[in-house]
């Protein structure tokens, strides 16, 4: 909006960013997580990430949560990559 | 109105289906298009539909189900998709002009050869002549898996064995089955089914699909933006995508998805039973009238249509009689099913077509054999 004071920047922190062959495999991982309660939520897909589907999955970076969200959705669908981004 | 014209459209539907139209109008964004949380309500409605279809058939890969805008579309897109300039196809005489035009398209473009196998004048189709129509370069089979125009149901998982035996595929028109009669698309053997929402599955208009199997590969019909791979110069090779240029109709779908609900809870196996039981309520009634009831063979089965012609009437005139003097819906005319017609000896009166639904009740059933008999009286 005209005039609006900018937020200040976020700090960034490290994320596992999960990358998708389609946007029903990503609404499948979100369901799945949901579900499992693996913590995270869909973003759009960084720019640093070349895939298929223009929707990620952002989770807190260890490995709790990428073995939980790798056993939520096993079986289901395979991603199609996991990178750790500053966001 | 008592509207028996559901194999046209139906117009009643379960109440959450408009509730999650509307519900949608408020709240969803762009599928796919963005990942705000309205973006992402679409995204999940159109996903969740894409679920519900799938379980409803039996088919394991539901990123496989492909939405376009009405079985047409998705015909189109199997036809136009699949065949190839040499190609050798099958269709029968029961089609919808959905099928037979894109077929004869492509026939008159020089681009395939065409057989149908045909149905006799009793409206049965004649399966023994199937083997005799395969050649070398038969590529696919196309058919319905029920007429439009009697509702006989076509032996699908027979004519995709046939297929399949002589190295084609099977392209199955779902559109008159899926909702009204179970669809099990392994157990019959479909490469691909091709559905509408807005008929026996009560979903809105401007929806409908394809269900590809995953040993097929098709050429989309309609090339453009799909959210994903926008670098990409082409179409993206991966499912639903592939198969999915232009901003969904995330609204439609989301009613489809409701309805889908709907009959997943309820069972399809109950609708089937539900319209056998009207139609032979309005067989047994139509045994005093003078009409001439195509079609129709003891314990074939079919779905809940029936069509016939009352003695000296023109068919147009009887379904007008019964809508405006009696309120009776009905279809007359020729279903845009030609060749059906041909084969009943009916192109030149056409029929009228009594459709029932899942909402159609033994009481519409009734007031439609009166106003058949009170037509019938009149010009006695």
Known sequence: ?87 | MIYLNNAATTIQKPPEVARAVIEAMAGAGSSSRGASADDLAAARAVAGTRSRLARLIGFDHPERVAFTLNATMALNTAIFGLLRPGDHVITTDFEHNSVLRPLNELSRRGAIELDHLPADASGRLRMEELDGLFRPGTRAVVATHASNLTGAVTDAAALARAAHSHGALFILDASQSLGCLPVDMGAIGADVLCFTGHKALMGPQGTGGLVVSPQVELAPLVHGGTGVKSAEPFQPESYPEHLEAGTMNAQGLAGLSAALDYLLALGVERVAEHEEGLRRRFLDGLRGLPAIVYGEHDGHPHTGVVALNLAGLDSSAVADRLAYEHGVATRAGLHCAPRMHAALGTLDRGAVRFSFGWYTTAADVDAALEALDAIAREVA
């Not at chain 1, 952002?58 to 949560?65: D, K, S, T, V």
């Open chain 1, 1 to 87: 909006m005209p005039g609006e004071a900018m937020l200040p920047p976020r700090p960034r922190r490290e994320r596992a960013v999960v990358s998708f062959r389609s946007t029903f495999d990503a609404m499948e991982a979100e369901r799945l997580c949901g579900e499992a309660g693996v913590p995270g939520r869909i973003i759009p897909l960084p720019v640093e990430i070349t895939a298929e589907c223009g929707l990620a999955w952002a989770m807190p970076e260890g490995a709790g949560p990428r073995e939980a969200f790798m056993a939520a959705v096993e079986g289901s669908l395979v991603p199609e990559g996991i990178y750790t981004l500053a966001l």
